[in-house]
């Protein structure tokens, strides 16, 4: 059986995570990330083209990741006829304010509190969160006195936050049907442009996303976030039946408690950091790749893949 | 043979170390972490109960960690029947300024400087440490003119130190009286809130540590480290016998040299974040709670048990 | 046969990754380090001297790195009969500007600009660059203002460069003659000094590198790093034959694109923070110091030696 998906984001954990678990491999890739990705000994079928589209005929399992809605489109994924890993309508959730809003609610996960224009005080700061999932590169920090003139510029949906004095961290699960079981594989903090300032005199800097660190939490802190996995999971099995199949992550802001500021409906970029909880589960370190292919490993063996593919 | 904790601070490896070196496993949690702590398959007996004084009878090998001073207080230990893996008296001494200075100065290790409120200058900088081990919560910076009113709302002893223009780094150590060997088992840096400053306008802000990051110091930096190690473990050896036995942690500052600002007299929670220096003495990687349950085997297939613990 | 090198910089990984394939193992180590580098199983021959010039007599594989050239200086090492992994007329590639410039330029990767002091803006940042690795503790940032002053007190070569406003990233290659690849072996970010002002007001503080911390990379801009990586090595066959021989790294700036700061012509001390790249080629994490010893032991078995050592 073959385990397919596009070259960026997680592929290198996903594609290795399948070969490990004695899946084939399929990568599409752009021509201009050829040598990289044909220089890697794990990918069993290397299809070079400009147009990601052509995965949406795939005939093996498809594994989704963070680049899939940007380069398919919501709608092209949930049309297609191909064999995706985890709910494919469990992806459009992250995309829209509404929709993460009602998700959230639903799991009562307490959220960074959102503001309007009216209520803003000038010398406060504020976050403004542009709508999806962006790689962070369009939201931006500013005072309330110059939000204004800022927000007359946005093109995009946004959102105006009240700033947390706080640090940032991706909490990253895996949910499966197969073991009934919630897995906390995981935490990150992002790096950023706008770390720069650890050296610098202050500057207001992009917030876009360079990479991943991984980051061991107080381990006092991990059963409220398990915690809210569950509250997650349980309130997608009503909103988006049937619910979480697979990776999903949490993201917070934290400033002595814990707001939540979003999540991503599919694998998470910041898994792409080694962390060592999955041995807690699987008794040697899984990426979250791997546990992706493990799960259809598991679903197979019980003749069970419908319940994990959609 | 049983190995007993708390469910807190550094449970999980200690637990999981445990269960790879063949004992059975028993954890006491809290009613509120329950769901976390019983997903988790390596586990043999979960006792939830809300009071963790129960642990005090435990018939296992209990291994002590950074929260079990706070829940059960240094006299409950010290009285305990229990079979305590490490000097139980030991703990005690990073809790008490007077205790952390005998220790470092016996030692000969550097310390941050600590100056009187007379001595403080307006315009310099200056760390006040509470004293205890908080979880960071309760330190703050402040410029000299601002000392006098701050310090005026602590209601707990503290200490003013001169601040130091650089980097913390926490320095893992195991000492191993049945191998009779010093192990240098990595270095990780805190996530505090205060780190929020890497993006934002700078904001006094908690030093309360979030989690730990490991970090590969510059191998040269090393052999100095190593050697206040050795003398510390040297130096505890007359000040409370049978001196260190198993974890601790040396904690310091360093903007072109160390200066230590304190210790963990048990497993430090920086343990949590992974390091590979384990491998260098085990041919494997292997975390501080394993390392624990490796040193029991050891101490058990000698019948030296009594060697390592109180 | 024996890997030889000396007790610094990477030497852990170099001696444990020999140790890991087969080899036997030797480190010159100073008086001052003896306690650290004795305490470790993984060393069958430490030779205790002030004296590091005596690994040029070595008659096993001298394995060099970032303190070599410190230790013994680019003429010795080039007239030395000793074998050395690599190619050790590359080393001197990275201590000068003109040459890292004639590297970088005739590979077309994109450098950070450089200015003359007659050009600077009195309210520019500027990062001032002091010739050859020296662990960074001599650079400096300053505004422009401040440059002539500042600048008439450094004795050494430098270079005015105009500042980035972003994060610095260091990659890890290693390039294999016996197996015709260039493998992508990971990330860091150094930890320095200057990093303090992430929880307190600023302070201009020094670059000095105290240590290294993994990074995940955002999969999307590997295969451009991995470009540059390919083209860097094609220029060094040309440059200086047979070229590039194991291990090398690009550093970066990071502000929305990449541009280059410099590069290490040997292991860079950053591969010291674990990554797990190396998986993709190699099926399990082998750190650079083993990569090292698997191209040794690929090239003995093939009879071809010669290949790797110069």
Known sequence: MIVSTIASHSSLQIVQGAKKEGFKTRLYVSPKRKNFYSSLPIIDELIVTPDMKAILDDDGIIVPHGSFVAYLGIEAIEKSKGKFFGNKRFLK???????VDKALKKAKIPQVE??????????????VRIEGPKGGSDHFIAYGRELE????????????????????????????????????????????IADANKRRPFEPLPYTILGNK??????????????YGLAFVESMKDLEPPGVIGPFALHFA?????????F???????????????????????MMGQRIAKELCLALDEGRLEEVIT
Chains 1, 2, 3 share one sequence.
């Open 264 to 286: 991503a409906s599919r694998i998470d970029g910041g898994s792409n950091a080694k962390h060592w909880y999955s041995s807690l589960y699987w008794g040697e370190e899984v």
């Open 93 to 99: 959730w992250e995309t829209k304010f509404n929709l």
């Open 114 to 127: 959102a503001v309007d224009l009216s209520e803003v005080r000038e010398d406060d700061l504020y976050f």
């Open 149 to 192: 003139k800022r927000l007359s510029e946005v093109k995009e949906p946004y959102r105006i936050e009240r700033f947390i004095d706080g640090v940032f961290v991706y909490v990253h699960f895996f949910c499966s049907p197969i073991l009934e079981r919630l897995e906390l594989f995981g935490v990150d903090e992002r790096l950023v």
């Open 214 to 227: 991984s980051i061991a939490l107080r381990e006092s802190l991990l059963p409220e976030l398990y915690d």
């Open 254 to 262: 934290y400033d002595g408690e814990f707001r939540c500021i979003g």
